[in-house]
């Protein structure tokens, strides 16, 4: 798929001041608090998911690009984690619910401030949808990784989302129970992704190893794959 319809930052700097305005619009910690219990629990197995598929041993270098408030790097206490992402606000969070203990830092995605194999395994979680060029960024994500390296990406899967969204709509109890809005785009997102997106944006950089569906493979409603260097 290709992007959305709305408008687009024109400048890094543009890109900066909207993302944050995003941040502040679309409160993650709200979101893990007070999301109805089932979108918590598809959450989790995300979650589970994105560890089973990065096989994180102890001690080895970890790096999330768009750590967002630190829920994901939490979960890899095992790790010599690192976390970048371009809101002020997001790494506050972090912060706070990492410790000092944890490197931070602010910065874009497809120009990370790390030399090529600094990290042994790198996760990137529904971020490409938000960045201007996600091919970009994946190939940063694979440079710091190295040769031997493995990536962990996921990635929204647009069109069952939509079509989840209109399913559940036209049931009242259900609608007003999950409060779904069927019309409702993402504004925060760039691009439309799917696994075609994702694939063509890996071709000549990326081997695909492993895609889970999630929840499950009947509804795949996000995707997450384990990438390793072409």
């Not at 874009?108 to 090529?116: I, K, R, V």
Request: glycine share 8%; net charge positive.
């Amino acid at each position: 798929m290709t992007e959305t319809g709305g408008a687009k930052p024109r400048t890094d700097g543009d890109y900066v001041a909207w993302n944050e305005e995003m941040v502040r619009r679309y409160d993650i910690e709200r979101y893990y608090v007070e999301s109805h219990p089932l979108v918590r629990w598809l959450e989790r197995r995300r979650l589970r998911v994105l560890g089973q598929l990065a096989g994180v041993r102890p001690g080895e270098r970890l790096l999330e690009v768009g750590c967002g408030a630190g829920h994901v790097l939490a979960g890899f206490p095992q790790a010599r984690r690192t976390g970048i992402d371009l809101s002020s606000t997001m790494l506050e969070w972090a912060r706070r619910r990492l410790g000092a203990a944890v490197p931070l830092c602010r910065g874009l995605a497809d120009g990370l401030p790390f030399p090529e194999g600094a990290f042994d395994v790198v996760l990137c979680t529904e971020v490409l949808e938000h960045t201007p060029d996600p091919g970009a960024v994946l190939r940063e994500l694979m440079r710091v990784a190295g040769p031997r390296g493995r990536v962990v990406v996921s990635i929204p899967n647009e069109n069952r989302i939509d079509a989840a969204k209109h399913a559940l709509a036209r049931v009242p109890l259900l609608r007003r129970a999950l409060r779904v809005v069927a019309a409702e785009e993402n504004e925060w997102h760039l691009h439309r992704m799917d696994m075609p997106f994702l694939r063509r944006i890996s071709a000549g950089v990326a081997a695909i190893e492993r895609v889970r569906a999630l929840p499950a493979a009947p509804l795949p409603l996000r995707y997450a794959a384990l990438l390793r260097p072409e």
